[in-house]
């Protein structure tokens, strides 16, 4: 009996186990009706035969997509011109390409016709245009056409609404149905509905209007601008208020919103809704309804409330100190709220749906608002509580980035943003990639023309990656070098060699003792690629013979005596290292050797020798400079200096004529200019490294004025930024021989501070030494040993 | 479980007769349990529709013909055609998609059904291997949902790849019966091939509705920028050709033409080109005269020349891509794989996933009527571009081209990004390649700011019991003019610090903080008592710097703020014999890492140290007590991928590494366990990210023939 019942059992449990086994799938999925945790996931099914399915097209359907039937090529480009029209409008339909062909890119404007009042905005776009580098005042030369009659405002209620636009401009004979033109607009539509009409046909203008909706945007065609206030500065422009990066953003607010609240129309919808996130603590959302005559008529019970907590906050206090910033949409899509929040470093939270970024074409505003959804208010809390505090800090410098780049001034707006957009289209294949346009420090200072790899300009090598050398690749370069390898292990590297360029002045025609020796020194350098001379005098150079013998190539460019000839971009600059000298600027080879290690860290830097300072004279209410041993240092002389040579073809290429000549008239302006240029562009001061003191010939001005009476600032003065008060008696110390072309250097600087509208200069207080500089060590263990002889 | 039971079945009855009653109520309950679970396993097993579909999605093999057939009424609604005014806030319901933590959107996918018209007629293929594919892939991602009331994203089963190979009414009758159809909202379609003749149009006929449209083809005219995605006409040969990646450096032609059934207008003026630039140029063409059983796909000519496709396109640094009926072709895949740069010559096309990817970085667009210009424009590529472009296609293609897996899931990160933007992927994440990543920076305080010095710093002493010589450097730190706030962290959980009277009289506030373990990561931390962006970390025996070197070190911090700004100096080497990274402190001629005994730094690198340190390091460091400025130094550069900044001429400094006993042999072990260090993190990190420099900076005047009293940093360099 016990063996029977112990097999019963076992037969019991079998038969339980085979069913657990075979059934247990089915029971799991019983738990389908007490729960949905315990079910498995129901995934597409993985079919048997699904090696067996067949390709969704035959691979000679792929292959050979062609169709004899269809039109040519040629009929079918005819065809397309004629179907998409005015809201069809694309560049290749809407707008001849030829006529920027034969002249480049030129915009003309409409004469101003006297009897049109032009908004103060509008004229300050025409002057930007008129002041820039791509104006021209031939229309037959021209690729771009530019309406002289104000189409900013277009709310037919405002005053500044010009009429019969329609019977003005057929009346051009340039019009030609708008091609090739462009028209500003900053307000279309009026009460109720705020429509996008403009009153007129535009037929095939490109449209830069503000507060673009997508569906009404012509993409590729049309350009999207922020709105601006007419206050907005010409030139110059205010800078960002971001001073700190600081993690996690200590920001007293981390979300506001201060502004009317419509209880009716267009945008209500949103703007009725804003005062639902507000908890008094760190979201601030106040509403007004305070707006228009007749508010009182819609107001409801929230209102009085609401107005008096309004008027508890002030705007500016909020900006200044909130993290993030609501920019919902007011009647329009965008409002001025959006330029001044990015300004303030107060991160947008758009709520505009529908609304066509600001130059989206360019760019990525992902990176520097959050682009939120009317429709999701109630979640943008919780949504940006989650944005990481790294995230944050980038979202930030991204603000200021883009403000300052883009969006500071007028001329900023409309020459950037506009011409390089569409100078880009024009030539597709020499366009600026995304990258370049947000990366520091933008499209615009970053030319195509002069190159479209990011290598060859002095700002990317640290973004832009390289293949990393494998280790025994790595071994056998330090084993070139024989200390540890100066690889750069991210990024890339500015070129190993440096080309030389002399600049030869001298009226003699023959050749100085100093530019001899100056160039024995140079050609001495192991990181010498080639010397070139430009030779600037009336008199021809000295045949080949004369020059010096070097190992390395130099070559005689023949100069047109202008003094901004020396940044032109010369094709013979092969490096993108540029030694720049004067003939008599007197360096031995181990300067140069050090000052060229230090440049490729630095390599979007000035480096150099001879340094002025630079600085805000309050009495005379002008800017000074001092060549004086002084504490501090702003300007490096291009007379012994290091920097990249795309410095050269932004001197040539992007900043507008007018200045190039005004340093032509001016003596020594164009170092400064150099050096102003460069500031502007890295927001970084230059560096001065080690020099031998034995400076007597090299830097005049500098002779005899280290005898003690140059100021040195207050201890509590020691910031480098601007204005600051003049070392003590400078103005009183220029010498009779160096005076004039001191007091034009001061000119000078007063004329460049009022083209850039503001003064770009920085100030350093650091010197570069080699690491062993004049320390209690054996000379025999130093690399530079000569730095340090007297 | 038949069998099992067929066993107990024959044996049970046989046993019962014989048994004692006692048993036998034992026997019978046991055997109608059992009985029960027969019956109720059975019922399961063949109870077909118990739980909604499941058998449609059970696991267990089945073939697509048995999928259930749907009957299409002639007369069923139709959707809409296409909104072209679309928009995702017009014609997308977000409300679905709501908020979560994770920032993914739900995508469901219909079942499976074969449809057919009233006569039975199928209305399509029931499901291509291509669209398999992709379902598959959204299946096993981590958007898909099988709750249908849970999803934000709905993609049907009906294979539209293809539209050549739909009934297009038929199909769209199929779309609008869907149980979530409701106007096509947020439904998603894909489609390679739209149109068909005699007009081609660029975007799928079969009315959709507001259904969103992931379109192989589209012009800017169909296109509904930020609603529709633009994806890539998927090449089988992909899957079935391995082309290696080649590396960069010349290839035997300049243009290479591949495509078969060109308008003989293009090919006119490919031709021109040819005879203008020779060799360099290579327009091929079908082969005609192939023998049997080669695949005319796998073969390209010119004149009598066979060539193997796509291997060709290996061969050549530029790769015409011209439309053809259609403005996306699957040639472009090809040509990306083979990391040709593509030569687009389509006008108006929108290319796949510009949303996101930068094409300038990765072929030439050139409009259709600038043809005859083709060589020059090329020409003026600069040659290390070319290698990039190259690199970059390749890398679109293994990225977002290679598999219908890869082409669904970049579509539906596009959308996901759409709808939680403040998530989304970046343009680096997007268009550069891994080796780009890897060996690029982006530093995280990019923007060239110079703090306001009025700002000052915090100085943080890390202290265990060294009392004595901490109220020094708090005296000798207190003098700095800029110092705006002492923080003592006190790393000795034995011992109280000492009480408040006793601690020296500063003129800046003083603030102590307790740790709860011994570990040198506390001296990294973020406190929330740093209120200034500059740290200076200062080591408890620290007492020889000068305030003027300290004030300097600030100021020259504030020029270099996401740098490590130090004073004393060290080096690593590649030590040749033994193949390994090795740590110097002698006196050398170059620095490539600062102590973080006397060091300025921003605050955010200790908020990168504590929360961001890569792998074990953190932890490693803390467990052996060393090198937490070693790994300072490499997370300072591996993140900024700059250098140091050394301040001020070398001092002697109290050997700051070695503790206790100044010995040889100890200072010897202590070379070897920071060299070891230096081998780790580089391990860790998988480079050398420190940057070697020969400079160091001083004061503009520093040992300048010039009265020291004009001088801002007179006492520099003393001893």
Redesign the interface.
Known sequence: MQT?KKY?FL??L???L??FF??G???R??A?FSGRKAEV???????????L?????E????????????P???ER?AA?LSV?KNS?C?M?TCFD?SRCEKHGFKVFTYPRERDQPLSESYSKILASIERSRYYTPDPAAACLFVLSIDTLDRDHLSGQYVRNVDEKIRGFPLWNGGRNHLIFNLYSGTWPNYTEDLGFDIGQAILAKASFY??NFR??FDISIPLFSKDHPQRGGEKGW??????PP?KKYLLVFKGKRYLTGIGSGTRNALHHIHNGKDIVSLTTCKHGKDWEKHKDTRCDKDNIDYEKFDYQELLHNSTFCIVPRGRRLGSFRFLEALQAACIPVLLS??WELPFAEAI?W??AA???????LL?IP???R??H??RV??FQ?QT??LWDAYFSSVDKIHLPGLWQIIKDRLL????????LW?T?PGGLLALPDF??????FPFYY???????PAPAE??QL??CHS????L????SSPSEKFTAFIRAISPAGTLSQPILRLIQAVSASQYCAQILVLWSCEKPPPPSGKWPQTTVPLTIIQGSGKLSDRFFPYTAIQTDAVLSLDEHTSLSTSEVD?AF??WR?FPERIVGFP?LSHFWDPEQQHWGYTSK?????SIVLTAAAFYHRYYHSLFTEYLPAGLRELVDGLAACEDILMNVLVAAV????PI??TQR?QQKESVPQQVGR?D?D????P?GE????PPRSPPAKVKGTAGAAGGRRFSQRQDCLDQLADWFGYMPL?S????????????Q?SVL????PRLEKP | IMCASAKYNTRGPALIPRMKTKHRIYYITLFSVLLLGLIATGMLQFWPHSIESSSDWTVEKRSVHDVPVVKLPADSPIPERGDLSCRMHTCFDVYRCGFNPKNKIKVYIYSLKKYVDEYGMSVSNTISREYNELLTAISDSEFYTDDVNRACLFVPSIDVLNQNALRIKETAQALAQLSRWDRGTNHLLFNMLPGGPPDYNTALDVPRDRALLAGGGFSTWTYRQGYDVSIPVYSPLSGEVDLPERGPGPRRYFILSSQMSLHPEYRSELEALQAENGESVLILDKCTNLSDGIPAVRKRCHKNQVFDYPQVLQESTFCVVLRGARLGQAVLSDVLQAGCVPVIIADSYILPFSEVLDWKRASVVIPEEKMPEMYSILQSVPQRQIEEMQRQARWFWEAYFRSMKAIALATLQIINDRIYPYAAISYEEWNDPPAVKWSSVSNPLFLPLIPPQSQGFTAIVLTYDRVESLFRVITEVSKVPSLSKLLVVWNNQNKNPPEDSLWPKIRVPLKVVRTAENKLSNRFFPYDEIETEAVLAIDDDIIMLTSDELQFGYEVWREFPDRLVGYPGRLHLWDHEMNKWKYESEWTNEVSMVLTGAAFYHKYFNYLYTYKMPGDIKNWVDAHMNCEDIAMNFLVANVTGKSVIKVTPRKKFKCPECTAIDGLSLDQTHMVERSECINKFASVFGTMPLKVVEHRADPVLYKDDFPEKLKSFPNIGSL
């Open positions: 029977r019963l037969t019991f079998a038969s339980w085979l069913l075979f059934g799938d089915k029971l999925r019983f389908f996931r129901r995934n597409w099914p993985h079919w048997t035969d699904r090696s399915l067949q390709s969704f097209a691979p000679e359907e792929l292959q050979s997509d062609g169709d004899p039937s269809l040519s090529p040629q480009r397309r998409y069809g694309r290749e390409f997508t569906q993409p590729g971001l001073y700190q990066d600081s993690i200590k749906d529908g990525d992902g990176k959050v682009v939120g959804n009317e429709r999701l979640q919780s949504a940006i989650c944005i505090p790294e800090l980038a410098q200021q980035f597709p294949h020499r366009s600026r990639s995304r990258f947000n520091l190159s479209t790899h990011l290598g060859d640290l973004q832009h990656g390289r293949t990393l790595h071994s330090s084993a200390t540890s390898p100066l750069p292990f991210s990024g050090f290690v230090v860290s340094t041993w002084t504490n501090e240092l890295t927001k970084l001061p001065k490294v003191k280290g003690g140059a100021g040195t600032p201890a020691r910031s480098p930024s920085v350093s207080q650091l010197r570069l030494d080699p690491v062993l500089f004049k320390d060590v263990r130093k690399k530079y």
